[in-house]
């Protein structure tokens, strides 16, 4: 794509101030960050720091650090293992992050949530991988994953979590977990845990969504031949050994109650790799849920509920991105599902299956999606997609007709491609800031970074990245931080003030293979271990960021 910052302008909408329509839910809730209350009072001395402000970012950098433009700072708020409560530690490998405050008169104390994505049983288990598995070691594992909830509060600039707060809990691959559904699945009402927690998002009545993604990693998965029958595809980490769960509990969007940690799986969105959930309400407050399947060749998909408030009643749509269409996955309604499945549940359940029957579009691994909260485009990472030639991967921009959530047609394009024109490869996470500011960070696997006979070499470490909507610096593509070795960033989430920039750093030292010689050290602990952890960005230039509003002209 003939890419430069004019286009950037107008591809990402130059709404005049009259114009501007916010999103009630982005503006009392938001996915990642609150618009400013004040987004249409534009004054002389903003419009001026607008003109002047310059983002000075930095070089690829394959240091074992994170390394930050000036202007920002960080300290680092929770890592893997630390105390939560006098029962609890924190897990392995944050990805997603979002905040509640108690308070939306106080934006310095709150709940955070964390998911946890995945272990490396290198660390987390003491297994090798040449002995047999032991049941300890995958209780240990289990442990480790799905997610955690803590009070943080900051003072004097420092944000800290509050040890023992009733609300610090960890949800785990053994919590007792209701599915929101009428039928059960493999007998069962309720399951246990949830697994495999990539992104996630927060629902209108401020409950925090976490997504299923590789599920199959841990319990393996159900597969189907030609005639139907049904055959076990074996797990990595083999938990199926010693707990007989179905995979069908697996691979759904889960909704989590800030206040008990009491869970919920919800069904009607449908069974698949989930990368995020990111929730719209409308102005009869049914809700829009959007989702993407990360897989290559797989689906983008959109939940539009039928009553208020419901995650439940509704219908699950998957994307023709070529003729611009959501496609129902009904049973009732479409004769080829019929043919296929039992019913409704089956469907869900097999939703990959649905929807290629059906011909929902194969898209290159569509992971975080996130709405533009100026515009209310919808904005979808695809990763990459190795095999078909697609290395690095671009951001994919939906244009609801008329702007309406529920429509059911819309007009697909590309945003931006990544590769080295424009500076960075693998788009993961987007989050917008207060000031419609894009930021993105980036998933360069781990056995391709910085390896000289990989694609991936110049833009080293992965990054996070920010393109300014307005300003100077519009449309660049600007790096701002730089993962330590092996890591990637995920789960960007901004304070409600706008002057914290939460960020999880993912497995860094993911490669290493003798603990005496770990690959990074990060976060510098005493016992020179490589840790995931949650940090805090702070610093003039994300505050400075925030405040750039939108201007006509």
Not at 59 to 70: F, M, Q
Request: contains cysteine.
């Amino acid at each position: 794509m003939d890419y430069n910052r004019r286009q950037f302008i107008s591809f990402m909408g130059k709404a005049s101030i009259a114009s501007l329509v916010l999103p009630q839910f982005l503006m009392s809730c938001g996915n990642t960050a609150t618009p400013t209350k004040d987004f249409n009072k534009i004054s002389k001395e903003r419009l001026q720091t607008l003109k002047d402000f310059v983002l000075k970012g930095i070089p690829a950098s394959d240091k074992d650090d994170l390394v930050l433009a000036n202007g920002l700072d960080y300290h680092t708020i929770i890592k893997w293992g630390d105390t939560i409560s006098d029962t609890d530690t924190f897990g392995f490998n944050n990805d997603y992050t979002c905040f509640i405050p108690f308070n939306d008169d106080d934006p310095k104390d709150g709940l955070l949530w964390v998911n946890h994505e995945y272990i490396n049983p290198f660390f987390v288990s003491d297994f090798n991988y040449q002995q047999e598995k032991t049941k300890a070691q995958v209780d240990k594992e289990m442990y480790n994953v799905g997610g955690s909830i803590v009070r943080i509060k900051e003072k004097n600039g420092v944000w800290q979590v509050v040890q023992n707060d009733p609300h610090n809990r960890r949800i785990t691959a053994q919590t007792d977990i209701a599915l929101n559904w009428d039928a059960p699945i493999k007998g069962k009402t309720s399951v246990k845990g949830t697994l495999a927690n990539c992104s996630g998002g927060i629902t209108p009545w401020k409950t925090f969504i976490t997504c299923e993604e590789n599920y199959d990693g841990f319990l393996g998965e159900t597969e189907y031949d030609k005639n139907n029958v049904e055959s076990h595809r074996n797990s990595g980490y083999g938990w199926e050994k010693f707990y007989n769960y179905p995979p069908e509990h697996y691979g759904w969007v889960v909704e989590i109650n800030p206040k008990d940690g009491k869970a919920q799986k919800h069904i009607a969105i449908g069974r698949f790799a989930h990368e995020c959930c990111t929730l719209y309400e409308l102005k009869d407050k049914r809700v829009v849920a959007y989702t993407g399947d990360d897989h290559n060749d797989e689906h983008l998909y959109k939940f539009i509920s039928s009553k208020p408030g419901s995650l439940k009643e509704g219908t699950l749509y998957v994307a023709d991105t070529i003729n611009g269409k959501w496609l129902a996955l009904d049973w009732e309604n479409q004769p080829v599902l019929k043919a296929k499945f039992k019913n409704q549940t089956e469907v869900l359940i097999r939703a990959r299956e649905a929807a290629k029957l059906i011909g929902a579009t194969p898209l290159n691994r569509p992971e975080d999606i996130e709405i533009d909260p100026i515009t209310g485009h919808i904005f979808i990472t695809l990763t990459n997609n190795k095999p078909k030639g697609d290395l690095h991967g671009s951001i994919l921009k939906i244009e609801e007709t008329n702007d309406n959530f529920d429509a059911l047609t819309f007009k697909a394009s590309t945003y931006i491609a990544g590769g080295e024109e424009n500076g960075f490869s693998c788009p993961d996470n987007l989050a917008f800031d207060m000031a419609g500011n894009l930021w993105i960070t980036t998933d360069i696997s781990g056995s391709s970074m910085n390896r000289p006979d990989k694609p991936y070499l110049t833009f080293k470490n992965n990054s996070l990245f920010v393109i300014p909507r307005l300003g100077k610096d519009a449309g660049k593509v600007i790096r701002v931080v730089s993962a330590p070795k092996d890591a990637e960033l995920t789960g960007p989430w901004f304070s409600p003030d706008g002057k914290t920039l939460f960020l999880s750093v993912q497995h860094p030292g993911e490669q290493t293979k003798d603990l005496s010689k770990p690959t990074s050290t990060w976060p510098f602990d005493a016992d020179n271990i490589p840790k995931p952890a949650v940090v805090a960005i702070t610093g003039d230039l994300i505050e400075k960021m925030n405040k750039l509003n939108l201007i006509e002209g």
